[in-house]
């Protein structure tokens, strides 16, 4: 069982950052991709940013430019620096964990909400 705390939303007005953090803990495989995806009201669930267990990183298109993912394999922990946020960013973030060797297993964090709004 992995978990998941997400943390760092919040309300910033339109041109603003933000920073998200998400502590991963319990049995995370060597191999795993850890993510960021956001839901929008009446959206589905969409992927933001993702980055493996060796750091290769892929960002959704809207977000490139404006979004950093990084970890900290240290302290199992992943972040997303959102800069030059837009109202259209608005929604709640989820941390995604995706075990892929050993074993696969799947793991979503609570959410954390962000509004971009002046």
């Known amino acids: 069982q992995v978990q998941l705390v997400e943390s760092g939303g919040g309300l910033v007005q339109p041109g603003g950052s933000l920073r998200l953090s998400c502590a991963a803990s319990?049995?995370?495989?060597?191999?795993?991709?850890m993510g960021w995806y956001h839901q929008a009201p009446g959206k589905e669930r969409e992927l933001v940013a993702s980055?493996?267990?060796?750091?290769?990183?892929n960002y959704a298109d809207s977000v490139k430019g404006r979004f950093t993912i990084s970890r900290d394999n240290a302290k199992n922990t992943m972040y997303l620096q959102m800069n030059s946020l837009k109202p259209e960013d608005t929604a709640v973030y989820y941390c995604?964990?995706?075990?892929?060797?050993?074993?696969?297993?799947?793991?979503w964090g609570q959410g954390t909400q962000v509004t971009v709004s002046s």
């Open positions: 995604n964990l995706r075990n892929t060797w050993p074993g696969a297993s799947v793991y």
């Open positions: 319990g049995r995370i495989a060597s191999r795993h991709i």
């Open positions: 980055i493996t267990s060796v750091g290769n990183t």
